[in-house]
C-alpha cells in the first residue's frame, strides 16, 4: 500500500501521459499502429518511473513491473532507473539505484543505464549520480539517454535545429566521446519523431552534418529493433535509405537484440528486424554482440577509441564482413 508521501511523489515527479503522445510532441505519425507502439513504449516507461518515485522500493517496484507485456517491459524498467537515480539525488538515503542495478533491473542492465542519463537530463549537476561508479564498459550508455531525452523533449533544439549539448560529456570528465553517444541516443529519438516511418527518419538523419550520421543511424538501429513499429519492408527501407551506413544501423540492431535476450524479452518484431538489419536471428545477433564485447584486459586506445567503440565498431565491421560488405 502507497504511502501519501510516495502518491504526492508520483504526481510531482511523473510527466502527464500526454506527454508521450506523438501529436503532443509533434512527431510525425505515419499511422495508427505506429503510434500506438511509441506512445505504449512512452506510457510503460513513465509506468516505471511513477512507481520507483511512488515505492521508493527496488523490490516493490519489481513487483508492480515483472508482469506487464513482454513487448513494453523493459522500457518500464528503463523509467524505474531514471526514477531511482532521481531519489537517490533528490531525497535523503543513497543506494536505491545500486540496488536495483544489482537486483531487479540487473536483467535490464543496458535499459536500465539509460535510464540513468534521463535522470542526469533532470537533475542539477551537484546531484548527478556518479558515473565512474558504473561499470566501465556500459556506464557510455548514460550518455545515450541523456541525449535521447534532449532530442525527445527539446525536438527543436536538438533535432531540428541539431545543436549538440556539451554538458554531460564536460560535467562527467568523459569528453568528447561522450558527444558521439548522446548522438545514438538521439538517433533512437529520431524514430520516434519520425513517428516509426522509415523514410522520414533517414530524412532526419541526413538532415545532420555528415560526420555525425553513422551514430544517428546506429541509434536508429537500436530502436527500431528493441521498440519496433514497422514490418519488413519498412525495414527494407530503412536499411537501403542508410546506404554507407546499414552496417551501423546492425550494429545498433545487435545491441537491442543483446538486450531483449539478456532480459528474456525477444518478441516476434524483434526477430523480424535482425533478420532485415543483420542478417541473423535475435539470439545470433545477440551472440555475436556477447562474443565481441571487450573483457577488461583490452586496454582502451584513446578518449576518442574507448573500449565501447572498439565494441561498435568490431561488430558493424563483423556483419559488414558476413554480408560481403553489400548493401
Given at each position: 500500500m502507497s504511502s501519501a508521501m510516495g502518491t504526492l511523489r508520483r504526481r510531482i515527479m511523473t510527466p502527464g501521459a500526454t506527454?508521450?503522445?506523438?501529436?503532443?510532441?509533434?512527431?510525425?505519425?505515419?499511422?495508427?499502429q505506429a503510434r500506438l507502439v511509441l506512445e505504449t513504449v512512452g506510457a510503460s516507461f513513465l509506468t516505471g518511473l511513477g512507481d520507483a518515485v511512488e515505492t521508493a522500493s527496488p523490490e516493490r517496484t519489481d513487483r508492480g513491473l515483472v508482469g506487464m507485456d513482454r513487448r513494453y517491459r523493459g522500457f518500464a524498467y528503463e523509467g524505474a532507473a531514471m526514477g531511482f537515480a532521481?531519489?537517490?539525488?533528490?531525497?535523503?538515503?543513497?543506494?536505491?539505484?545500486?540496488?536495483?542495478?544489482d537486483g531487479p533491473g540487473s536483467d535490464h542492465i543496458y535499459m536500465a543505464y539509460i535510464g540513468i542519463g534521463w535522470a542526469m537530463a533532470r537533475l542539477p549537476r551537484p546531484l548527478w549520480p556518479d558515473t565512474r561508479s558504473l561499470d566501465p564498459l556500459l556506464r557510455w550508455l548514460v550518455h545515450d539517454g541523456y541525449g535521447f531525452h534532449q532530442a525527445y523533449f527539446h525536438t527543436d533544439e536538438y533535432v531540428r535545429r541539431r545543436r549538440r549539448d556539451h554538458r554531460a560529456a564536460r560535467r562527467t570528465g568523459d569528453g568528447t566521446y561522450a558527444l558521439r553517444v548522446a548522438d545514438q541516443g538521439i538517433g533512437r529519438a529520431l524514430w520516434f519523431v519520425a513517428g516509426a516511418d522509415p523514410d522520414t527518419a533517414v530524412a532526419l538523419v541526413e538532415s545532420f552534418p555528415p560526420g555525425r550520421r553513422a551514430d544517428l543511424y546506429a541509434g536508429v538501429g537500436l530502436a527500431v529493433t528493441y521498440a519496433g513499429g514497422v514490418g519488413e519492408d519498412g525495414l527494407a527501407r530503412l536499411r537501403e535509405g542508410a546506404g554507407e551506413h546499414r552496417w551501423e544501423l546492425?550494429?545498433?540492431s545487435a545491441f537491442a537484440a543483446e538486450a531483449r535476450v539478456r532480459a528474456d524479452l525477444v518478441v516476434p518484431h524483434n526477430e523480424i528486424a535482425t533478420g532485415v538489419l543483420c542478417g541473423t536471428d535475435t539470439e545470433g545477433a545477440a551472440r555475436t554482440c556477447r562474443r565481441l564485447r571487450?573483457?577488461?584486459?583490452?586496454?582502451?586506445?584513446?578518449p576518442e577509441r574507448p573500449r565501447y567503440e572498439?565494441?561498435?565498431s568490431s561488430l558493424a565491421e563483423e556483419f559488414a564482413r558476413r554480408n560481403g560488405g553489400k548493401g
Open positions: 506527454e508521450v503522445e506523438l501529436g503532443v510532441r509533434g512527431f510525425h505519425e505515419a499511422g495508427d532521481l531519489l537517490d539525488g533528490l531525497l535523503p538515503g543513497k543506494g536505491r539505484t545500486p540496488r536495483f542495478l546492425a550494429q545498433g571487450p573483457g577488461p584486459e583490452v586496454p582502451e586506445t584513446g572498439l565494441w561498435r
